[in-house]
């Protein structure tokens, strides 16, 4: 079973039209929640990390936000140089070292 | 100002010869790792350095070797190069290994022919 799951796999969007993109897990205890956009070609570009449920964070037309099960990345008027791969990983908390655990990612594109 | 560098971008290497990837970085982070990422799929943990504290992950084939000569250099060195090895390979580096993010690199593009 994945420990993360991104919905949608991909998603089409005109410009200005607003969105939400998914990320729920199935870790038992979460020590961070890590947002990244990936364009194509490109390494993971880091845009957010989440640590508790409840708690936001924004940057520009994006924001994400936390629950104990799921993160949504909210995008507010999409331009078209918001079209990437978003990409959602995890960190289990236990008492050993666990890496990141990323999704498949939503690809995103944002029509003009 | 690139703070994680990987070269080359693109490594076309021949089907069983040896080929070397390699990282740096000027963060001055404690953990580098390396990543495979195929087409459409999530990145994939390899290993990882912290310091030079070395962590293989149990399913990563004996063909993936890694090196870290210092804080600032990771090298990942595959032995005999399958088809199936033809990948993005992500080089990141992060300050701990706990809750910290990691900053990736641009990527090598590795194609074995």
């Known amino acids: 079973e994945d420990q993360v799951t991104q919905s949608p796999e991909a998603l089409r969007l005109q410009e200005g039209e607003s969105s939400s993109l998914n990320c729920s897990y199935t870790?038992?205890?979460?020590?961070?929640l890590f947002w990244y956009r990936q364009d194509p070609g490109k390494g993971p570009e880091f845009l957010f990390t989440l640590y508790s449920a409840g708690e936001e964070k924004e940057k520009e037309r994006l924001k994400a936000t936390l629950t104990k099960k799921e993160s949504f990345l909210h995008i507010t008027a999409p331009k078209p140089e918001d079209s990437a791969t978003y990409l959602c990983?995890?960190?289990?908390?236990?008492?050993?070292?666990?890496?990141?655990?990323f999704g498949k990612g939503t690809r995103l594109s944002v029509i003009a | 100002d690139a703070m994680v560098i990987q070269n080359p971008r693109y490594q076309v290497t021949q089907f069983g010869k040896p080929v070397t990837l390699s990282c740096s970085q000027t963060?001055?982070?404690?953990?580098m790792y390396w990543y495979q990422q195929k087409s459409s799929q999530a990145p994939k943990l390899l290993f990882h350095y912290y310091d030079k504290d070395f962590n293989n992950e149990a399913d990563t084939p004996d063909n993936f070797q890694s090196r870290r000569p210092n804080t600032s250099f990771c090298f990942l060195d595959i032995r005999s190069p399958g088809l199936g090895d033809a990948a993005m390979y992500l080089c990141?580096?992060?300050?701990?290994?706990?809750?910290?993010?990691?900053?990736f690199g641009q990527g090598t593009r590795l194609t074995v022919v």
């Open positions: 990983a995890v960190q289990e908390r236990n008492s050993g070292n666990t890496p990141l655990v």
């Open positions: 990141a580096t992060s300050r701990t290994r706990a809750g910290a993010e990691a900053f």
């Open positions: 870790v038992s205890g979460l020590r961070g």
């Open positions: 963060l001055n982070h404690n953990v």
